[in-house]
C-alpha cells in the first residue's frame, strides 16, 4: 500500500494524538503541520520532527496528499473546503461541518474534484464497538427495538485551556460528544429518521479551571443540557442525555435493547472497553472485544487505566480506501447524516417539536479484525 502524504491544520490540544498516533498505521506519513498561530506550528514540528508550514504553505505542498482538519468547529467548513479546493483530500475533525447546507456543499465540491472526504469520529472502528457491531449483524440480541445513552458531566473548563469553544454555538454536548454517539448508534442500527429535545444551559458562564488563563470566566451561549428522542429507520427508539450540568451519575453510556437480549455497550468515546449481552437468566456474557487490533489495550489514561487509543483509523482506513478504490468507512455521508440528526436536536429542543430529518446514509461497513490488522504498520 503507498503510503499518503498528510498534512495537518491546526496545532492545538488533539493534534498530538494524530501526531503520535499516526505511525501505528502504514498508510500514513505526516509530513507537515500548519496553524492560523505560526508559534502553535513550530512548536508542534519541533516536537513530532516534522515541518511547519503556513496555512497556504500546507495548502499548496507537493508532498502532502490528504489534510486533517484539526482547527475549532466554527471554522471546519472554510478550512475543509480550501483543503478540497486546494486539490487535497480532506479529514475532518468532528462535528465535519455546523449546518446541514455547509456538510452538503462539501459532499458536493468533493464529488466535483473527485476527492475524498471524511470525518472522525473514528472510535466505531474500536474492538468494543465492531464486537457490538458483529454481534448485531449475527442476530444474538434479535432485532434493536430501544435503546438509552448518557453522556454527562460537569463540562470541559475544568481541563481545557481554552473552553471558549465548547460553550458556543458549535459546541455543547451534543455537537460535541453527540458525534461519537450518534454515529456508533447509526453503525449499530442504522440512520435516524426523526428527533425531539428538551435543551436548555443552566449555568450563564464557566471558569477556566487550567492553563494560563485560570480563573477566567467564558459566556455560556448554547444549551448545555439536553434530553433527546432518536426515531430510527428501522423503528428502534433511543433516549440520548447529553449534558454538561451534571456532577455525578451513574447512568451507563450505551445500552441496546433487542428482541432477544440486550447489549451493553461501552463509551463510544473510546476504541475498547468491556461488550456484554444480557438475556433472559443468568449473568451478562462478555464479548471478546481485545483480540480485535482496535480494541487491544496500548496507553493508560490520566488515572492509570489500560485504554485502546487507534484515533486515525478512520484517516488510515480512506487512505486504504483510495488505494483499493472502495468507499472509506468514516465517510461524508455518514458525518453529514449525524450532523442533521444533531442539529435536528437543536432545532427540536429550541422549537419544542419533532423534527424529520432529510438526509440518510448507509451503515458503515463492519470493520473484521484481519481488515483492521491490515491497516497497521
Ligand atoms: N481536545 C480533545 O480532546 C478533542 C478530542 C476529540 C476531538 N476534538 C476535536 O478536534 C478539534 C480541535 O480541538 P482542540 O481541542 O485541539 O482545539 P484547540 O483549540 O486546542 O486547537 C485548535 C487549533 O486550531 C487553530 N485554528 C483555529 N482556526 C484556524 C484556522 N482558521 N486556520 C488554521 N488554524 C486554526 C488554533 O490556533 C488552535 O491551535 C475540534 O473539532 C474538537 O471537537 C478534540
Redesign the pocket.
Known amino acids: 500500500m503507498a503510503k499518503l502524504g498528510v498534512g495537518i491544520?491546526?496545532?492545538?490540544?488533539?493534534?498530538t494524538s494524530y501526531l503520535k498516533l499516526a505511525p501505528l498505521f502504514r498508510s500514513l506519513d505526516v509530513r507537515a503541520v500548519?496553524?492560523?498561530?505560526r508559534a502553535?506550528a513550530e512548536a508542534r514540528a519541533a516536537e513530532f520532527g516534522v515541518r511547519a508550514e503556513t496555512?497556504d504553505g500546507l495548502l499548496a505542498a507537493g508532498d502532502v496528499d490528504v489534510i486533517v482538519n484539526?482547527?475549532?468547529?466554527a471554522?471546519?467548513y472554510e478550512?475543509s473546503k480550501a483543503i478540497l479546493n486546494a486539490g487535497k483530500h480532506a479529514y475532518s475533525?468532528?462535528p465535519m461541518v455546523l449546518t446541514l447546507d455547509e456538510g452538503r456543499d462539501l459532499v458536493d465540491l468533493a464529488a466535483k474534484r473527485g476527492l475524498r472526504l471524511g470525518s472522525?469520529p473514528d472510535t466505531f472502528l474500536g474492538g468494543a464497538h465492531q464486537a457490538a457491531r458483529a454481534a448485531i449483524d449475527a442476530g444474538l440480541i434479535g432485532r434493536v427495538v430501544a435503546g438509552s445513552c448518557h453522556v454527562m458531566s460537569r463540562g470541559m473548563e475544568a481541563w481545557?485551556p481554552?473552553p471558549d469553544?465548547f460553550f458556543q454555538p458549535g459546541g455543547g454536548p451534543v455537537l460535541?460528544l453527540g458525534p461519537y454517539y450518534i454515529t456508533d448508534l447509526i453503525q449499530l442500527i442504522g440512520p435516524v429518521k426523526s428527533v425531539a429535545s428538551l435543551a436548555n444551559a443552566s449555568f450563564p458562564t464557566r471558569t477556566i479551571g487550567n492553563g494560563e488563563r485560570l480563573g477566567q470566566t467564558v459566556p455560556v451561549d448554547t444549551p448545555t443540557n439536553i434530553h433527546a428522542l432518536l426515531e430510527f429507520a428501522n423503528g428502534a427508539t433511543v433516549t440520548l442525555s447529553a449534558s454538561w450540568d451534571v456532577w455525578k451519575n451513574r447512568h451507563p453510556n450505551m445500552e441496546l435493547y433487542g428482541t432477544q437480549a440486550s447489549l451493553y455497550v461501552p463509551d463510544p468515546n473510546f476504541f475498547g472497553g468491556e461488550v456484554q449481552i444480557a438475556g433472559g437468566e443468568g449473568d451478562p456474557v462478555d464479548l471478546d472485544t481485545a483480540s480485535h487490533p482496535f480494541g487491544k489495550p496500548n496507553m493508560q489514561d490520566g488515572q492509570g487505566r489500560d485504554r485502546a487509543n487507534y484515533r486515525c483509523a478512520g484517516l488510515a482506513d480512506m487512505a486504504a480506501a483510495i488505494d483499493e478504490g472502495r468507499q472509506h468507512r468514516c465517510d461524508a455521508d455518514l458525518a453529514v447524516h449525524a450532523v442533521d440528526v444533531m442539529t435536528g436536536i437543536l432545532r427540536a429542543g429550541a422549537e419544542r417539536r419533532f423534527v424529520d430529518l432529510s438526509t440518510t446514509c448507509e451503515r458503515p461497513a463492519a470493520l473484521a479484525a484481519a481488515e483492521a490488522q491490515v491497516l497497521l504498520a
Open positions: 491544520i491546526g496545532c492545538g490540544n488533539i493534534s500548519a496553524d492560523i498561530n502553535a496555512v484539526l482547527t475549532v468547529p471554522v471546519h478550512v475533525e468532528k472522525a481545557h481554552n469553544f460535541d
